[in-house]
């Protein structure tokens, strides 16, 4: 029996709130009638020489790495890496330099939906989630959040929603091994605008990215604005999310899939 494949991608989309308005990306259309007249002159033929004056279908994209489905680099987050493990750190790793083995492991899902959008979770809610699942995380593991951001993506309160992963939590999971985490929220961290309330209240600047800032400690990647978490089993299964190959990069694009063996 052939295994079972569950996408974990949203379609990259101008027309929905998938981002801030200023980060939305832009697409245009061109159908085969439009790209018809181009191709025939280029070849000075007649456009009715061509089938139905028709040629190719393509799309002109305006969009920034950080769109739709995505792989974010240890370069996102900081100009160096690691400074936990090596005085003065490394220079971070750019999306092409990742290795592809963080890429394609066991995956890992964690419920976290009935969090209220804002909250940051802390390493003792994972630990539990763990617990109830009855699941060890092993090295290398990819484990990925199911917020309740999910449900809302392409809705106008999608970048607002969901909870998120601060320090404490973030840096728990990559002493275990954990080197490739995932969410379907907008942002791994808490949303911005919630986040915002908090560090205006307190003056306190660290909260600003504080799950990110991680990859400055520990170098590690995170799979953000992903699909179809609440389909998939706690564990037992593979996920695939090799990133775009963008040189120099801090993200790369990714079709992220779950592989369950049947």
Known sequence: MPNRLIDLSVALRADIRSDPPEMLPKIEYHDHHMTGPRIAEYFGVRLDQLPEGQY??????TISSHNGTHVDAPYHYFSRMNEALTPG?????????????????????????????????????????????????????????????????????????????????????????????????WSWDAPFSLTREKVQATGDASLIWEGHRVGRDRAYCQIEKMANLDQLPPDGFIVSAFPVKLHRGSAGWTRAVAIIPQ
């Open 89 to 185: 750190g490394e220079p971070s790793m750019r999306i092409d330099e990742v290795p592809l083995e963080w890429l394609y492991q066991p995956g890992v899902k964690l419920d976290f939906r009935h969090l209220p959008s804002g909250h940051v979770v802390s390493p003792a809610e994972i630990q539990a989630e763990l617990a109830r699942i009855g699941h060890t995380l092993k090295p290398l593991e990819i484990v990925l959040m199911n917020t309740a951001a999910g449900a809302r993506y392409g809705e106008e309160d999608f970048i607002d929603t969901g909870c998120g992963f601060g320090r404490a939590a973030t840096l728990w999971l990559t002493e275990q091994g954990i080197r490739v985490v995932g969410t379907d929220g």
């Open 56 to 61: 190719a279908a393509m799309e002109r994209c």
